[in-house]
C-alpha cells in the first residue's frame, strides 16, 4: 500500500493536490478569518504541517531518483543558473511548496494582525488575494491598510 501512495504522488499529482489543498485555507481565510474554524486550523501550525510533509515526502523522492542537491546551491553565482534548476521538476515543485507555504503563512498572519488592531474582515479581502496569488504585493497592501489603522508607522513589529 506504502508503495502504491508512493507512486501515485508524482510531481504532477502532488502539484495538483498542493494547489487544491490550500484553497479551502486561502478561502476561510478570505471569508470566515474569525471563526474557530479559521484559529485552530488555517493559521495554526496544522497547514504548515501537511505541506512541511509534502515537501519532504518530495525531498525523499528526489534523493531515491538521485537528485544532485548541490545543484542547488549553483542558484545563488547567475539567474541562467536559476532557469536551469527550474528545468527540474523535482526542484520545480520543491520551490512551489515552498511559495505555497510562505504564502500562506503570510495570509494566517495577515488574519491574526488585523485582528489585534480591529481591522475590518472586507478590508482583507484585497491584500490575501494578492497575497495568494503574489505574496509580497498582498503583504505591502495590508501595510498599507494597517498604517491607517494602526496610526503610526512601526517597522519592527
Known amino acids: 500500500m506504502i508503495e502504491q501512495i508512493f507512486n501515485y ?32 486550523f488555517v493559521t495554526s501550525i496544522f497547514p504548515i504541517f501537511i505541506l512541511s510533509g509534502a515537501y519532504i515526502f518530495m525531498f525523499y523522492k528526489s534523493y531515491l531518483n538521485s537528485y544532485d542537491f548541490e545543484q542547488n546551491f549553483e542558484l545563488y553565482f547567475g539567474i541562467n543558473n536559476i532557469s536551469e534548476l ?14 505555497v507555504s ?8 495577515i488574519v491574526k494582525d488585523s485582528q489585534k488592531l480591529g481591522i475590518n474582515k472586507i478590508l482583507l479581502i484585497l491584500p490575501l488575494i494578492l497575497t495568494y496569488l503574489i505574496g509580497p504585493l498582498g503583504l505591502l497592501t495590508y501595510w ?3 498604517i491607517f489603522y494602526a496610526k503610526s508607522i512601526n517597522l519592527y513589529e
Open 9 to 40: 504522488f508524482t510531481v504532477e499529482n502532488l502539484y495538483y493536490w498542493v494547489n487544491f489543498g490550500v484553497l479551502p485555507f486561502w478561502l476561510i481565510l478570505i471569508f470566515f478569518p474569525q471563526s474557530h474554524f479559521c484559529r485552530y
Open 102 to 109: 510562505i504564502n500562506l503563512f503570510t495570509g494566517g498572519w
Open 86 to 99: 527550474f528545468s527540474d521538476k523535482s526542484f520545480l515543485i520543491m520551490f512551489w511548496i515552498h511559495f
Open 144 to 146: 498599507l491598510i494597517r
